[in-house]
Nanobody, 115 residues
Framework: QVQLVESGGGLVQAGGSLRLSCSASGNKFSINAMGWYRQAPGKQPELVARITSAANTNYADSVKGRFTITRDNARNTVYLQMNSLKPEDTGVYYC?????????WGQGTQVTVSS
């Protein structure tokens, strides 16, 4: 069973930084893509950043220039460096992975940005 474990969430002031990490385990096949979604209360999850096996990246317009997604293939881990955080970045951040034809989700890590 594939498991995604996130870490790095917390409470920061506006303008601060956090680095999220997500490690995958139990996968018998290579990971096609990994990324991060976030969900604010009462809202649908939205894609924040994504990186493919070819190292192509995509970012939500709202985080471009502030967030950077990277991948460590040896450790089966994806990172999200979040700089210049804003209160509107607050939400639960979920790690997401695509492996062959299946999608997997982590349990989420809370990010709270105070003003």
């Amino acid at each position: 069973q594939v498991q995604l474990v996130e870490s790095g969430g917390g409470l920061v002031q506006a303008g601060g930084s956090l680095r999220l990490s997500c490690s995958a385990s139990g996968n018998k096949f290579s990971i096609n893509a990994m990324g991060w979604y976030r969900q604010a209360p009462g809202k649908q999850p939205e894609l924040v950043a994504r990186i493919t096996s070819a190292a192509n990246t995509n970012y939500a317009d709202s985080v471009k220039g502030r967030f950077t997604i990277t991948r460590d293939n040896a450790r089966n881990t994806v990172y999200l460096q979040m700089n210049s955080l804003k209160p509107e970045d607050t939400g639960v951040y979920y790690c997401h992975a695509v492996i062959v034809l299946s999608a997997y989700w982590g349990q989420g890590t809370q990010v709270t940005v105070s003003s």
